[in-house]
């Protein structure tokens, strides 16, 4: 392991030499090849009873395809009881997996990794990646501290590795930490308690990358920007596997002014270009700046260093109808165009949570979210 410092140092006096910034002008009215599907109470079925789950990601191979092991593939969730205000499940939260046959079929295999053995207090988002003889490499959050008397919102990257069995994915090593915030690229995201809703900074969800033009190994991840104190600094960070481990570079792209949260970013290849994507929400865009709605959004390069152009214009990709603006979130791209997410708050009919709190239980789906897919066309990329 290699960390780009121990101490949090800062490694810059100034803004990092970016080469992707996000400032969209406007968004424009959301058409049917932007648009998800709405969704029905047909769609919002429990994948395991008594359990909310929500931000997902499969196993892949090291290209992106997801592996398929067995005729099965295996899908990695984040996973809480089912409290009466879903919210918090967040402070709860562990990772489970379950895999998924060719006929649709899932099956539940527990938590992934065992009681006690991440270094947080809690596990959150990130990535898987399938190598050889079945060995797995599961990359995710530590939010938090191990046995911390409060919860606290400090968040870690860390690896851990496993092996594909007829039970599942067993025998994980000890979950070893990737790289540390700076302090100066990076805004140090270790003393938070109770943020407001939006208003959270950011070191988490590493989305593993392996390059086919160099070969190299990145990680991508959400982040804050160490050298701001906008209010609504968000940034994609960039590490990269080296010789002796994994260090820090430079951000790939800002949002400072624009958004707070560029969530579960995630780095594709298609037809020799680099497509950059995260998922972030209305309340999340800086007040005086055109909001967006809850959707995924992107940016397209020729090289993995930019520049980086937004997608469609603005940026945006996918968004929730208009009737229904929260029933989906975290979308997450395979290597297949599929876009998987999960059912958030669905068939509210244009009530809000506000005046009817009774909702908050009722209307969440806390379920795998209906499937769909992506057309790619150089700079433009549409629902399928």
Known sequence: ????????????????????????????????????????????S??????????????????????????????????????????????????????????????????????????????????????????????????????????????????????????????????????????????????????APGALKAFRDPFYFRDPATGRDHLVFTASAGWSDNAHNGIVGLATRGDEGWALEDPLVDAVGVNNELERAQLHWRDGQYYLFWST?????????????????????????GPWRPLNGSGLVAANPAAEPAQSYSWCLTGEDEVWSFVDYWGMAGRNLAAHPELLRAQFGGTSAPVFRLKFAGDAVRLA
């Open 1 to 44: 392991m290699s960390n780009s410092t121990t101490d949090n140092k800062p490694l810059h006096d100034e803004r990092p030499a970016l080469t992707g910034s996000w400032r969209p002008t406007s968004f424009g009215p959301v058409g049917p090849d932007r648009a998800i599907p709405r969704i029905g109470a047909a769609d919002v």
């Open 46 to 195: 429990p994948l395991v009873p008594g359990l909310d789950l929500w931000d997902c990601w499969p196993l892949a191979h090291s290209d992106g395809r997801t592996a398929v092991v067995d005729g099965r593939c295996y899908w990695f969730f984040l996973s809480a009881p089912q409290f009466p205000d879903p919210v918090t499940r967040h402070g709860f939260a562990r990772i489970r997996l379950l895999s998924r046959g060719a006929a649709g079929d899932w099956r539940d295999h527990g938590n992934a990794l065992p009681d006690g053995m991440s270094p947080g207090s809690r596990e959150w988002a990130g990535s898987a990646v399938l190598g050889e003889g079945g060995a797995v490499t599961l990359y995710y959050t530590a939010a938090g501290r191990r046995g911390e008397p409060a919860l606290t919102f400090e968040q870690r990257l860390f690896a851990a590795h496993g092996r594909v069995t007829a039970e599942g994915i067993t025998g994980w090593s000890e979950p070893a930490e990737l790289v540390i915030a700076d302090g100066a690229r990076y805004q140090v995201a270790a003393d938070q308690t109770e943020p």
């Open 281 to 305: 929400q209305t309340h999340t865009f800086a007040p005086g700046t055109p909001a967006g709605p809850n959707g995924l959004y992107g940016l397209v390069s020729h090289s993995l260093r």
